[in-house]
């Protein structure tokens, strides 16, 4: 049969992503830290968007440092013929980089006063040493480059037969210059691993004997409580064993880290959760991160009237537009971070009235099925999110937890509860009488909870809790 040709028409529906409807998306789920990068951003992008004054700030001040020679910091009183020319060029918004991209202009400017409050760096504090211990130029030469080659930590992890063939140095200097920066402070810099670092420590301290080196040639035994092999290793007793092992934990091992650069961010939280005065809990955003931005129209109708082009009326159209998109989803964001907070403390009502003990099991799909949203909405609204309770600061993810069955039919345990009863049955146990996973299992049974002795071991590994053999070791030293 010869093929034949047919018109037909058919109707579907199908859901475009537009580049707008993605980024409101992803702003869901950004940090207060992230979110206000990527606002800043736009307001040095955008003429028509404006910080808005904070509600402390005197008359006329933001709180913001005054922008560039660009548009959106520039003289709004100016002549509209001259900001047009300044315009910038079209752009889409775009979030935050990553720590691949490259830098934006101006992000690499010269911060004066950041400069001025810098603090010494490891590499500063060594070079200045070395330049103390040594005036021989070809020492000092190799002495900057191993300094350099330090990780955070102060390590050298770098193999000294490599440094000196990038150097053309014989190995014998280099390692004469390594020892040299080990004799620097602080004690254990320059070590090639643990087990030397430490024993740069106890070698300045005077206390390393040969039972010492004998512990820290096997410190995957200290890692594993393995009391008795270390005691026939070092020939000691239990006693001399136990004071090894308390002078060895006096120690810095990572000794780069007191050098390191402080955080510039603080740990703000994104929601406020307190008790009202007729018991309820009163639930807000806190006003410190939340991007205040105003859309300034009449700024807009002026630059228009001075357009001479199409190209540039449809910049500024596509700016209006920007301008507002922005500033909706912002305002959709906080109501839906809201919206989530509330569900969550209304169902963990017991936690924040009673404590962890009282935690109840939730899951995203309980909390979007309640409030009408997709559970992919509330993965990423709970994302990189905090709660400021009574009881301290929690991320949101920390309520939401499986749920473990109650061995008498009744609500099921939230598996952060059932964790910290774990923990609490385990530092109240005596030092002759050391749980076992299967004893605690049995004894969570009889509470009511219905669990396996190979959950209690993976819930106590992940609580970093030694094994009751481990413990029990420990406990008789």
């Known amino acids: 049969m010869p093929p034949?040709?047919?018109?037909?028409?058919?109707?579907?529906?199908?859901?475009?992503?537009?580049?707008?409807?993605?980024?409101?998306?992803?702003?869901?789920?950004?940090s207060h830290q992230e979110l206000q990068a990527y606002v800043e951003a736009e307001l040095e992008r955008n003429p028509l968007l404006n910080q808005e004054i904070a509600p402390d700030a005197p008359d006329g001040e933001t709180g913001e440092a005054a922008a560039d020679d660009t548009v959106a910091g520039a003289d709004k009183d100016a002549e509209p013929?001259?900001?047009?020319?300044?315009?910038?060029?079209?752009?889409?918004?775009?979030?935050?980089?990553?720590?691949g991209e490259a830098a934006r202009p101006g992000e690499n400017a010269l911060d004066f006063a950041a400069t001025i409050a810098a603090q010494t760096t490891l590499a500063d504090h060594l070079e200045r040493q070395l330049e103390l211990a040594t005036s021989d130029l070809h020492e000092r030469a190799i002495g900057q480059y191993l300094i350099h080659s330090l990780d955070e930590a102060g390590y050298l992890r770098d193999d000294l037969a490599v440094i000196a063939v990038r150097l053309g140095a014989p190995?014998?200097?280099?390692?004469?210059?390594?020892?040299?920066?080990?004799?620097?402070?602080?004690?254990?810099?320059?070590?090639?691993d643990l087990a030397e670092c430490l024993a740069i420590q106890l070698k300045e301290l005077d206390r390393y004997d040969p039972a010492m080196q004998a512990l820290l040639t096997r410190l995957?035994?200290?890692?594993?409580?393995?009391?008795?092999?270390?005691?026939?290793l070092c020939g000691v007793d239990d006693e001399d064993l136990a004071e090894m092992l308390a002078e060895i934990r006096l120690l810095e091992p990572k000794p780069g880290h007191a050098f390191a650069a402080p955080s510039s961010e603080f740990a703000a939280p994104d929601v406020l959760i307190r008790e009202g005065p007729d018991g309820a809990w009163v639930?807000?955003?806190?006003?410190?991160?939340?991007?205040?931005?105003?859309?300034?129209?009449?700024?807009?109708?002026?630059?228009?009237?001075?357009?001479?082009?199409d190209e540039e009326r449809a910049f500024l159209n596509e700016c209006l537009q920007s301008a507002n998109w922005l500033k909706r989803s912002l305002?959709?964001?906080?109501?839906?971070?809201?919206?989530?907070?509330?569900?969550?403390?209304?169902?963990q009502d017991g936690f924040f009235r009673h404590g962890v003990s009282h935690l109840r099991p939730l899951t995203l799909k309980a909390v979007a099925d309640e409030i009408g949203m997709h559970e992919s909405t509330i993965s990423r609204v709970t994302a990189n999110k905090s709660f400021s309770t009574g009881r301290g600061l929690f991320e949101m993810k920390y309520f939401f937890s499986v749920a473990i069955n109650n061995a008498s039919g009744a609500e099921a345990h939230s598996a952060e509860a059932v964790r910290h009863r774990i923990k609490q049955m385990i530092e109240g146990e005596p030092a002759n009488d050391v749980l076992s996973d299967d004893a605690i299992a049995q004894k969570l049974k009889g509470e009511g909870i219905d669990i396996a002795r190979r959950t209690v071991a993976k819930y106590r590994e992940s609580l970093r809790i030694p094994s009751s053999a481990d413990r029990r070791r420990l406990k008789k030293v």
Not at 4 to 30: F, G, N, Y
Not at 171 to 192: K, N
Not at 220 to 232: G, N, Q
Not at 331 to 347: G, H, N, W, Y
């Open 81 to 99: 013929e001259a900001l047009i020319t300044s315009l910038p060029s079209r752009e889409t918004p775009s979030l935050p980089r990553t720590a």
């Open 331 to 347: 305002d959709q964001r906080a109501k839906t971070i809201l919206k989530v907070a509330s569900e969550i403390v209304r169902r």
């Open 4 to 30: 034949m040709q047919r018109l037909e028409l058919r109707q579907a529906q199908s859901l475009v992503m537009t580049p707008q409807l993605l980024q409101a998306i992803k702003l869901l789920q950004l």
């Open 220 to 232: 995957d035994l200290v890692a594993k409580r393995d009391f008795a092999a270390l005691k026939r």
């Open 171 to 192: 190995r014998e200097e280099v390692e004469a210059a390594v020892a040299l920066i080990q004799t620097f402070d602080p004690p254990g810099v320059g070590a090639r």
């Open 283 to 309: 639930i807000e955003l806190n006003p410190d991160t939340l991007p205040r931005i105003l859309v300034d129209q009449s700024y807009h109708a002026r630059v228009s009237k001075a357009a001479r082009s």
